[in-house]
């Protein structure tokens, strides 16, 4: 068990919905990372937060955003959601702002019919 | 932008013998390797890491090898065991930018 917390596990919903998916780091941890990992491939990096700032961006699409809260936990919303956003999205929290040893939560199973 | 390579995308091995997997980067900048372990239906796992400064770091049955010239590095496990048989993720990263770019991953089957 990482420390790391996701929810929720599974989420089954049609094309052009909104779903947010929730994070809640480790405690003590400042950063917070997201990651799409679709069927039989790698990591895709999607966003950083660190301490409620953005801090670096990866090929995070439009219909995507992010947010981190005073308590640290962080919400990963996804609207207009089409087939291919299907995936697993991966949540990680590391202590410090700079991207060293990351601890991945379990991760949140999307399927968009 | 960063951009990782990582060979092969399978691998299968008979319990006992070493598996070997490599990653190359692109990004002179990138200067923190780790290697992580993904369990079927579980997050990746950190399994070890190595920084620009060392060229070689082992733990246990594990070890990894980092070429910056070459801009290269790779896992090896020793004595594989049928429990190591998980898909392998390496990744670059450049701590300054807060940015991690992770190979596509290798299944490595470890037959008893």
Redesign the interface.
Known sequence: DSGVTQTPKHLITATGQRVTLRCSPRSGDLSVYWYQQSLDQGLQFLIQYYNGEERAKGNILERFSAQQFPDLHSELNLSSLELGDSALYFCASSPRLVSDEQFFGPGTRLTVL | GENVE?HPSTLSVQEGDSAVIKCTYSDSASN?F?W?KQEL??????II?IRSNVGEKKDQRIAVTLNKTAKHFSLHITETQPEDSAVY?C?A?A???????????TTLTVKP
Not at chain 2, 95 to 105: C, P
């Open positions: 990582q923190y780790p992580y239906g579980k997050g990746p796992q950190l890491d993720f990744a990263t701590t300054n930018a807060g940015k991690s770019t992770f190979g596509d991953g």
